[in-house]
């Protein structure tokens, strides 16, 4: 099938309307599907909606192949919906990117059109130059679809202000689990309660997934057929991809996970790759979700007494906090930020990230699910796949690269400051107080995954020892700057310094046969 006969299929649910008929139009980009936050005026005066399908930007990086679908499926989806409601749609797609479609589409009129301000840089200078060409016809508005208005804290991103500051003064404009002036419970944060590692046997619900209609396998088709060499697997794809569907999967968690989310926020367990967390992210970062009606769902539970209360403050510290922050990090910083490399580290993405083959039972763990559906949680990003590129000289930028593509929760706002601020340290300290690195014992603490694996975490060198083990006391020696520069683990430095002679020599040793076998693959070889 052909992409002008897949269109066809979209063209009999949403009949093309006139453009010549309208004077006044919104472009809906692919994350902003919640007409909820957009300005009463569009839900009264029901302009035309314009929606664009971009062959070029899917194109841009060889995104997942699940990431494609989902985000085209869920524009459908919304498209289809507006239309149903009564409100006009220009359903358009183009090889170009979305910029020059909607020049295009503007030389065929006289609309007026209102944009808002994209989550992207790279989407927002597109449209900035549309509307420099278009001047009087063009109208940005301000992004809604986040809790923080990002030019109140920009100033505030610098080395020393820490999220923890920002999370505080975020409860007390909300009101979010605040008794008067004081957080619910006595505590701003309850972290120390959510380290517990996931015990044998323990019963995880299955996160219920949803069938495929008829949008969503045209779109699958689709993505096969003009996407057929990008990352990752199609097949199982069940995700929610309307705003009901999503709706029903935040139930599920309130009901079935929120309780035991806090204890076993930071577990990793093997063939578990949701365990209790959320699988909420992609439904909020493409507007499907809010992150209020997320929070505020969540604190009602605990209100009603069905979800204790570190549990629910951990979800809106992620929420609230953390997310909103780095948003906040990704406007105070970019575009200068993405080069950022502070560490100096030349090597390209180890190959095994592309593939998931590796006898490292925690990396196949943690990357089998970012093949098959796009996705693992914070803890497997964050202190396994992320460390070990650390531990393995990667250049962060490939990182960050392989991130935006790889997950389907990804955006560049989002994916950005938590590869090149918090997990890589790539910024020298802005985001984060210390360099995200550990052992192997982190691992074999919160998971059980050093159990099945073909190296020992007991054994500290040589050929089946844990790499983690080498690798961190090697990068322990090699960045004492970075160590001096966090200052929270110059004592690692120390505890490095007083080994023997002996041992040094074998970390040595152990990391560069490692690494010399290590293969190694850039996407500009591709």
Same mark, same amino acid.
């Given at each position: 099938?052909?992409?002008?006969?897949?269109?066809?299929?979209?063209?009999?649910?949403?009949?093309?309307?006139?453009?010549?008929?309208?004077?006044?139009?919104?472009?809906?980009?692919?994350?902003?599907?919640?007409?909820?936050?957009?300005?009463?005026?569009?839900?009264?005066?029901?302009?035309?909606?314009? +929606?664009? /399908?971009? @062959?070029?930007?899917? #194109?841009?990086?060889?995104?997942?192949?699940?990431?494609? !679908?989902?985000?085209?499926?869920?524009?459908?989806?919304?498209?289809?919906?507006?239309?149903?409601?009564?409100?006009?749609?220009?359903?358009?797609?183009?090889?170009?990117?979305?910029?020059?479609?909607?020049?295009?589409?503007?030389? %065929?009129?006289?609309?007026?059109?209102?944009?808002?301000?994209?989550?992207?840089?790279?989407?927002? %200078?597109?449209?900035?130059?549309?509307?420099?060409?278009?001047?009087?016809?063009?109208?940005?508005?301000?992004?809604?679809?986040?809790?923080?208005?990002?030019?109140?804290?920009?100033?505030?991103?610098?080395?020393?202000?820490?999220?923890?500051?920002?999370?505080?003064?975020?409860?007390?404009? !909300?009101?979010?689990?605040?008794?008067?002036?004081?957080?619910?419970?006595?505590?701003?944060?309850?972290?120390?309660?959510?380290?517990?590692?996931?015990?044998?046997?323990? $019963?995880?619900?299955?996160?219920?997934?949803?069938?495929?209609?008829?949008?969503?396998?045209?779109?699958?088709?689709?993505?096969? %057929?003009? +996407?057929? &060499?990008? +990352?990752?697997?199609?097949?199982?794809?069940?995700?929610?991809?309307?705003?009901?569907?999503?709706?029903?999967?935040?139930?599920?968690? @309130?009901?079935?996970?929120?309780?035991?989310?806090?204890?076993?926020?930071?577990? =990793?367990?093997?063939?578990?790759?949701?365990?209790?967390?959320?699988?909420?992210?992609?439904?909020? #970062?493409? &507007?499907?979700?809010?992150?209020?009606?997320?929070?505020?769902?969540?604190?009602?539970?605990?209100?009603?007494?069905?979800?204790?209360?570190?549990?629910?403050?951990?979800? @809106?510290?992620?929420?609230?906090?953390?997310?909103?922050?780095?948003?906040?990090?990704?406007?105070? *910083?970019?575009? /200068?930020?993405?080069?950022?490399?502070?560490?100096?580290?030349? /090597?390209?993405?180890?190959?095994?990230?592309?593939? &998931?083959?590796?006898?490292?039972?925690?990396?196949?763990?943690?990357?089998?699910?970012?093949?098959?559906?796009?996705?693992?949680?914070?803890?497997?990003?964050? =202190?396994?796949?992320?460390?070990?590129? #650390? *531990?393995?000289?990667?250049?962060?930028?490939?990182?960050?690269?392989?991130?935006?593509?790889?997950?389907?929760?990804?955006?560049?706002? @989002?994916?950005?400051?938590?590869?090149?601020?918090?997990?890589?340290?790539?910024?020298?300290?802005?985001?984060?107080?210390?360099?995200?690195?550990?052992?192997?014992?982190?691992? #074999?603490?919160?998971?059980?995954?050093?159990?099945?694996?073909?190296?020992?975490?007991?054994?500290?060198?040589?050929?089946? $020892?844990?790499?983690?083990?080498?690798?961190?006391?090697?990068?322990?020696?090699?960045?004492?700057?970075?160590?001096?520069?966090?200052?929270?683990?110059?004592?690692?430095?120390?505890?490095?310094?007083?080994?023997?002679?002996?041992?040094?020599?074998?970390?040595?040793?152990?990391?560069?046969?490692?690494? /010399?076998?290590?293969?190694?693959?850039?996407?500009? %070889?591709?």
């Amino acid at each position: 099938m052909s992409y002008r006969q897949n269109l066809e299929q979209i063209d009999r649910r949403i009949p093309r309307t006139d453009l010549s008929g309208h004077d006044k139009a919104v472009f809906i980009l692919h994350d902003q599907l919640n007409l909820g936050v957009w300005p009463d005026w569009i839900r009264k005066e029901k302009p035309l909606l314009i +929606f664009i /399908e971009s @062959v070029a930007k899917g #194109n841009a990086l060889p995104y997942h192949k699940k990431k494609l !679908t989902y985000v085209l499926s869920s524009m459908r989806h919304f498209a289809l919906a507006c239309h149903e409601e009564g409100v006009p749609v220009y359903y358009y797609a183009t090889e170009k990117h979305y910029g020059a479609g909607l020049e295009e589409l503007m030389e %065929q009129s006289l609309m007026h059109l209102t944009y808002m301000t994209p989550s992207e840089w790279d989407s927002r %200078q597109r449209l900035q130059k549309l509307k420099s060409n278009y001047q009087e016809r063009v109208q940005e508005i301000p992004n809604a679809f986040f809790v923080a208005d990002p030019e109140e804290w920009k100033p505030n991103i610098k080395p020393g202000y820490r999220m923890e500051y920002f999370y505080r003064d975020m409860r007390r404009k !909300t009101g979010y689990l605040m008794k008067n002036d004081a957080p619910e419970g006595g505590e701003w944060n309850y972290d120390e309660d959510n380290r517990e590692s996931l015990p044998a046997d323990y $019963a995880v619900p299955e996160v219920k997934g949803f069938e495929l209609d008829e949008v969503t396998k045209e779109v699958i088709a689709l993505v096969d %057929q003009k +996407f057929p &060499g990008h +990352f990752g697997s199609l097949e199982n794809f069940n995700f929610a991809v309307t705003r009901q569907q999503a709706l029903k999967a935040l139930d599920e968690f @309130v009901e079935e996970r929120l309780s035991d989310f806090g204890p076993y926020e930071d577990a =990793m367990a093997t063939d578990e790759p949701y365990l209790f967390h959320s699988h909420l992210s992609l439904y909020l #970062n493409n &507007g499907l979700l809010l992150p209020w009606e997320v929070c505020e769902r969540a604190i009602q539970a605990y209100e009603e007494g069905r979800a204790p209360l570190n549990s629910v403050e951990g979800l @809106v510290r992620q929420i609230l906090g953390w997310r909103e922050f780095v948003h906040i990090y990704y406007e105070a *910083l970019m575009p /200068e930020i993405r080069e950022t490399n502070f560490l100096d580290f030349p /090597e390209e993405l180890p190959e095994l990230f592309w593939t &998931g083959d590796t006898d490292m039972h925690c990396m196949s763990q943690s990357l089998k699910p970012v093949i098959d559906q796009g996705y693992s949680h914070h803890i497997q990003r964050l =202190m396994v796949l992320s460390n070990f590129s #650390n *531990l393995t000289r990667t250049d962060p930028r490939e990182l960050n690269q392989w991130f935006w593509l790889a997950y389907v929760d990804a955006y560049e706002w @989002v994916v950005l400051p938590n590869v090149l601020g918090m997990s890589t340290f790539a910024d020298g300290g802005v985001l984060a107080s210390k360099p995200y690195v550990s052992s192997g014992n982190y691992i #074999n603490k919160m998971s059980d995954y050093c159990k099945s694996c073909e190296y020992s975490i007991t054994k500290k060198t040589g050929k089946k $020892a844990c790499p983690f083990n080498y690798l961190y006391w090697n990068f322990v020696d090699e960045q004492r700057e970075a160590f001096e520069v966090s200052g929270r683990n110059s004592f690692m430095v120390n505890r490095y310094d007083k080994k023997s002679e002996e041992e040094k020599r074998a970390i040595k040793k152990s990391t560069e046969e490692f690494l /010399e076998k290590l293969s190694r693959y850039s996407l500009d %070889q591709g």
